[in-house]
């Protein structure tokens, strides 16, 4: 106890020693805390225009990562590295964890703004780039007070290219819409859609490059459209919308998705069961006013639930909870089989599939 006393009072009478103590402790803390500075210094900044400055840089370092933003099941609105979005498909067509089942995913983009479509016919902004450092669920208000469970889809649309909305509803009725500047810059939700009756938006895409896209119902009939300007004349907010498709008795609009010429689509059933076609198979609607229906795609006891393009994969809930991500290009489907059954998901008596979300595939 001496000792240490006469230590410290020999520290306070000598300054030299006590400056190299001082001189000690930081060298062993710089040895111990040597890390690179993560956060940046911004110099001559003027103050209004800090906070944006700050996002840009982020924004530019995302973009370099090749950052993805993704909406879960949950709807937690979240960013994935490019690498971690990479280890999500290594157990491709396998069940997988709940949580990670993804209702929407794009990549990062400074000209990048996020929609959401509901059943109603109505189109909110999500403001993703003032939450881009934190995950964030999308609650009551960010949603613009939509009512989650009304959300069908969400896109991205890229600011500088012409976009078009695309609407499809329950009585058959399409709609495409350019997005213009206004419907850009507003922060607002809006109608996209007049509906009657108990008619519902069904589905949507966003058209900037496809030519053509496909109408998919409940008992597998295929309807094949051309989306130039010239078949299908973009409309306004307020119009009706065309009737491209008249049901038949108890038969209903189930999905519809845009494609490139001579892409495979698949038909997915809601008992599991998949269909792989080669759309250069099809004839267009304006030729065959019934649509298209091959008898390797008849059903029993089922019905269909969503159509997608190549270049997707699916992200599919159960009933009975269990999930898994499907990657339709690497399944082998086998020409001597009528269809191809998720042989891996052991469907028990009474499983059916409650939700599909088809995904645009990043990797390459």
């Known amino acids: 106890m001496r000792e240490k006393k006469n230590h410290l009072q020999k520290l306070l009478n000598e300054r030299n020693l006590l400056l190299q103590m001082l001189v000690d ?99 909110f902004h999500l403001d993703w780039k003032s939450n881009i450092n934190n995950d964030h669920k999308l609650d009551n208000k960010s949603l613009g007070n939509i009512n989650q469970n009304e959300i069908i889809n969400f896109h991205s649309i890229k600011k500088e290219v012409k976009n078009y909305l695309c609407i499809l509803n329950s009585d058959g009725r399409f709609k495409k819409v350019l997005f213009d500047k206004n419907m850009i810059n507003s922060n607002r939700s809006f109608a996209i859609t007049k509906l009657k009756n108990n008619t519902k938006t069904i589905d949507s895409f966003i058209s900037n490059k496809e030519k053509n896209f496909i109408i998919l119902t409940s008992i597998g009939r295929i309807f094949k459209f051309n989306l130039s300007d010239e078949f299908l004349t973009p409309t306004t907010k307020q119009s009706q919308g065309l009737i491209l498709v008249k049901l038949l008795p108890t038969e209903k609009i189930v999905s519809c998705c845009p494609y490139q010429n001579g892409d495979n689509i698949y038909l997915v059933s809601k008992k599991g069961k998949i269909f792989c076609i080669n759309t250069d198979e099809i004839y267009y609607a304006s030729e065959i006013s019934l649509g298209y229906l091959n008898e390797r795609t008849q059903l029993k006891n089922d019905s269909f639930l969503k159509v997608l393009p190549s270049n997707h994969y699916l992200d599919i809930e159960t009933n009975k909870n269990k999930s898994a991500r499907l990657n339709f290009d690497k399944l082998n489907f086998k020409s001597n089989k009528t269809n191809f059954l998720i042989d891996f998901l052991n469907f028990e008596t009474g499983e059916f599939l409650v939700n599909c979300f088809r995904l645009e595939n990043f990797l390459d």
Do not use: A, P
């Not at 909406?71 to 997988?96: A, C, P, Q, T, V």
């Open 25 to 123: 402790e930081f060298l062993l803390l710089k040895e111990k805390f040597n890390v690179k500075r993560k956060t940046k210094l911004l110099k001559n900044i003027n103050q209004n225009e800090e906070l944006e400055t700050i996002n840009n840089q982020i924004l530019e370092e995302f973009i370099n990562k090749k950052t993805k933003l993704q909406i879960d099941n949950r709807m937690y609105l979240k960013k994935i590295i490019f690498n971690n979005y990479k280890k999500s498909f290594e157990g491709i067509s396998k069940i997988i964890d709940n949580k990670n089942i993804q209702k929407f995913i794009c990549n990062v983009d400074k000209n990048l703004k996020l929609i959401g479509i509901t059943y109603t016919g109505k189109v």
